[in-house]
């Protein structure tokens, strides 16, 4: 069916394009007349939340986001770092939340494909994936069905793409029941000199469009993705797109080898509302007008209209201004190599986006205004309230709670996940996922790699977002250091709930507060990110989940640290504040897993203590001391003992502190780390007096045993820690 | 030694299996494009892993009936070393150059993990650098990697010691009937595997396990 551009523009229309009545007015005043039809849908498309940020733009801008190492931040496909020898990383996080809960495999298919192109678009190689994935609670009955669909369309995406998927998250929660979450991390190799821009410039040049053809899947798409589910939800699977990881990949080829021989001026890929998005950010950026003739485009369905063409969200399509001298050698690559190539528009100077479609002009509008001018909000918002005290946490059998934490959904092993993606491709991969962070190898140099992680707590973020945000960047920027790595930037993806709602608000910009904080004091800027906002049913939102995606750099990857012992006999050693082992139980894993209870404040974050004890656990590492290395996160030293020991098939004794040792083994105190030295190497632990560097065990044999409780074999840890998934998926 | 790899749309291993051979040969690879009809003059030509036009057909189809793989086959024909590295395998396989079929993986899931293999046929060009029923350790990454064969064709590539690889020590990863992991051609020179030896060759990849295969194929055996 056809969607003719002739339709009278009605009230019912235009709050069924997601526009408030004063949004409207203000196209009215912009624009001076009433929108046409494919209008309305170009406004619909370029000012929703998704695209412009409107809610958290005010907030987002408060982050930081520069550093020596810095080439782009925010605003461009992807962050671009610096990493040495005239390379760069690029990377970015974004969700694809809600297409995800309604089509889980073409879902978090398209996510995968979406974050790709952010990345090579900017003339990366894409090295690296990770998937932060949260799903609703284990037995309500839709959340089967999408762990294994979402599971399934990342790996089916990212295998056949090609990239090593190196770490992500996966966690449950009965608030995501009625919206699972899928943030798709991508991270590129790129040479510094040869970073590709969206902006374009000089006028009078061709815009070229390339990739797959258009179709009507996905129109309207961002538009969904910025409203609330209810239960009309099944009628909105025809927003959702398909994914075609071939086409990606001979695109991938394509672009780079265009891009390689200087034909390229200005590239975008389209990726929510296409077309629309893509045309109008390449000229905004470049001051430039921009004059789009959609009988050129190539589709793949009849009678399209105007409106369709220019929201259409098909995969796997990409927009560039070219060297009008090199068109002809840019048509014969993209060609070879199977992909649609057409002359569809050109720059102008006239500051106007003009479309034209069969002979009649279907828009003409104010380019700089439709990207610059979306409305922007100071939403109303609250502190949110505190957290019910932690109640008395009665003792625990240390021995049967690490066993029941280790079986648990959210800390048992992901194995069943990990291993339906491609962690190995492309032959670079020193870490894989079940460890602190994912590492690859910088293909080329001798020595140097880089260490992926992805994190946040959103039970944390829950009882106060302001130290959850904090929380999240501290234990990314931590996962990191365990491996050796220096820290060096991140990408945020922040999802939340209703910001019209003032609580949520409050939420978002008490996280956005923690994070800069903390990306502040650890000189770990935000170099990109993504906002998904109305994740909620029915008008229950989720919980609040800001994931933070890291990057490092390791200079000597042969001095990488990595989580299982090294050898047996060797001393452990606990690196944290001064003072207790651990204390902090509120909202812990303990408390949640053994007693069903949610309260207390979540455990604070001293970021001059992070910095402090990361750069020491560091410099072990990297003097070649530390034999192994791991953060203490989500089941405190316990469970981190256990992973330790279960990489490795090594056990250990630990010994016990004080008389409350259900707080020494499961609190969740921040700001610390397990290392394990030899004991020729004990004497090179420098004391460093801010800091409590304790031996509380050795090494060896085949259990670990915990102060007073029994011993465990690390066989009976690994039983625990590998069955769940299994179980739970029928496998 | 001279070796061309064979590069088609999709395919994603390629640039894994240029390095292995780069890095142990000590020289490149020539290349070949899915439309080339002719292949240098060579003594092995590889077909590397991925999703050659995206699999969206039966896993090779689409591949095996591509231009350059009518002169791959003349020149299997001719005693040209050629080996296929999982949906290398599978495009060898629908091309009619080896024995068998390779189906969806039993769990119908796609896996990535480590296996061990056991080297059933070491009397072999491409396996000389192993002692007869060594275990090696090696990677697997495949959705379609079953090996299948009607019972009279089992019994026959058993009987002439046609299957060179086996999954061992329990970690068949897919299914596949006696544990099959690599089959050669009757002729000797065509081999088969669904495991990526060339993502086990140096420090960095945790072992070197795979190396002896390329070795003993470039004549690089200490």
Request: with cysteine; glycine share 12%.
């Amino acid at each position: 069916m056809t969607i003719r551009n002739d339709i009278p523009i009605t009230d019912d229309l235009i709050a069924s394009h997601g526009l408030k009545p004063d949004e409207y007015q203000r196209i009215l005043d912009l624009i001076g007349r009433e929108p046409t039809f494919t209008e309305l849908g170009i406004f619909s498309a370029m000012w929703n939340e998704h695209c412009s940020y409107k809610s958290s733009r005010k907030w987002l801008r408060t982050l930081p986001t520069s550093g020596p190492r810095v080439i782009q931040g925010p605003g461009e496909n992807a962050g671009v770092v610096d990493i040495g020898d005239g390379q760069a990383v690029v990377f970015k996080m974004e969700s694809h939340n809600h297409p995800s809960y309604i089509e889980p495999y073409q879902g978090a298919a398209t996510g995968m494909g979406g974050i790709l192109r952010d990345v090579f678009t900017m003339g990366a190689r894409p090295i690296a994936a990770m998937n932060a994935l949260r799903f609703g609670e284990p037995d309500h009955p839709k959340t089967r069905h999408l762990v294994s669909g979402v599971v399934a369309g990342v790996g089916g995406y990212g295998n056949s793409f090609g990239v090593p998927t190196v770490g992500g998250e996966v966690q449950f929660d009965a608030r995501y029941n009625g919206n699972c979450l899928v943030n798709a991390f991508a991270a590129g190799l790129a040479d510094t000199d040869a970073i590709f821009y969206s902006k374009a410039s000089g006028v009078g040049l061709p815009v070229v469009y390339l990739g797959a053809k258009t179709g009507r899947d996905g129109v309207g798409g961002a538009t969904m993705a910025s409203a609330e589910f209810d239960e009309s939800i099944e009628e909105k699977r025809p927003t959702v797109q398909v994914g075609d990881p071939f086409t990606e990949k001979c695109l991938l080829e394509a672009c780079l080898e265009l891009m390689a021989s200087g034909a390229v001026i200005a590239i975008q890929d389209m990726g929510a509302a296409g077309l629309t998005c893509s045309a109008v950010e390449m000229g905004a950026k470049g001051d430039l007008g921009i004059r789009l003739d959609l009988d050129r485009v190539p589709v793949r369905e009849q009678h399209m209209s105007a409106y369709e063409m220019m929201l259409s969200e098909s995969q796997e399509r990409m927009l560039m201004v070219l060297r009008p001298e090199q068109e002809e050698e840019a048509e014969a690559i993209f060609r070879k190599w199977g992909l649609d190539f057409a002359i569809v528009g050109e720059t102008t100077d006239d500051l106007r986006f003009r479309v034209f479609h069969q002979g009649e002009e279907v828009a003409n509008l104010p380019i700089k205004e439709l990207g610059d001018e979306a409305p922007e909000y100071d939403r109303p918002w609250v502190e949110p309230k505190a957290p019910a005290p932690l109640g008395p946490v009665p003792q625990v059998d240390v021995a049967d709670a690490l066993l029941k934490l280790l079986g648990s959904p959210d800390l048992s092993s992901r194995r069943w996940v990990w291993e339906q993606y491609d962690t190995l491709i492309q032959g670079n991969s020193l870490q894989i996922p079940g460890g602190d962070a994912g590492v690859a190898r910088v293909e080329g140099h001798e020595t140097k790699a880089l260490a992926f992680s992805s994190d946040v707590n959103p039970r944390y973020c829950e009882a106060d977002a302001y130290e959850g945000g904090k929380q999240a960047v501290a234990e990314c920027w931590r996962n990191l250091t365990a491996t050796g790595a220096l820290p060096l930037a991140a990408t945020d993806n922040l999802n939340f709930g209703n910001p019209e709602r003032p609580e949520i608000m409050g939420q978002l910009v008490h996280a956005i507060k923690g994070i800069g904080e903390a990306c502040r004091a650890l000189d770990f800027p935000i170099v990109s990110g993504n906002v998904s906002l109305y994740n909620e049913t029915s008008g229950q939102g989720i919980l609040p989940t800001p994931t933070i995606g890291g990057v490092g750099l390791i200079d000597d990857w042969s001095k990488m640290a990595r989580i299982g012992f090294a050898a047996a006999d060797e001393i452990v050693v606990l690196i944290g504040p001064k003072g207790a082992w651990g204390w902090h139980l509120g909202q812990s894993a303990l408390l949640r897993e053994v007693f069903g209870r949610s309260e207390g404040a979540p455990p604070p974050v001293d970021l001059a203590h992070e910095k402090r004890a990361g750069d020491y656990v560091r410099q072990l590492i990297r003097d070649g001391v530390a034999t192994a290395a791991h953060d203490l996160s989500d089941g405190g030293l316990a469970v981190a003992l256990a992973e330790m020991a279960m990489a490795s098939g090594i056990g250990a004794t630990v010994d016990t502190w004080g008389a409350d040792e259900a707080a020494a083994f499961f609190g969740e105190d921040q700001g610390r780390y397990l290392v394990t030295v030899s004991r020729e190497n004990f004497g090179k632990l420098h004391g460093d007096p801010a800091l409590a560097v304790s031996q509380i065990g050795t090494t060896g044999g085949s259990s670990l045993k915990l102060g007073n409780a029994r011993a465990i074999s690390v066989e009976e840890l690994k039983a625990a820690h590998e069955g769940w998934f299994p179980a739970y998926m029928g496998q | 030694m001279k070796s061309a790899v064979v590069l088609l749309p999709g395919l994603n291993r390629d640039r894994d299996m240029i390095a292995a051979l780069t890095k142990i040969g000590g020289q490149a690879p020539a290349t070949v494009w899915q439309t080339d009809t002719e292949i240098p003059d060579v003594d092995l030509i590889v077909i590397p892993g991925g999703f050659s036009y995206g699999d969206y057909l039966r896993c090779g189809a689409i591949a095996a009936r591509m231009p350059v793989m009518r002169a791959v086959a003349e020149k299997a024909a001719k005693g040209v070393m050629v080996m296929g590295v999982c949906n290398g395998f599978q495009i060898l396989l629908e091309a009619g150059l080896l024995p068998g079929a390779l189906m969806r993986n039993a769990s119908l899931n796609f896996v990535c993990r480590e296996v061990k293999l056991e080297v059933a046929n070491a009397n072999t060009a491409f396996t000389r650098g192993y002692t007869p029923g060594q275990i090696i350790r090696c990677p697997v990454a495949h959705h379609d990697g079953n090996f299948f064969a009607d019972a009279e064709t089992l019994a026959r590539i058993e009987g002439e010691s046609q299957v060179v690889f086996r999954y061992a020590d329990g970690t068949n990863p897919n299914g596949s009937l006696n544990d099959i992991a690599g089959v050669i051609s009757d002729g000797g020179n065509v081999l088969g595997l669904m495991p990526h030896p060339e993502n086990l060759i140096e420090a960095a990849h945790g072992g070197t396990d795979g190396r002896a295969l390329f070795e003993g194929l470039l004549g690089k055996a200490a």
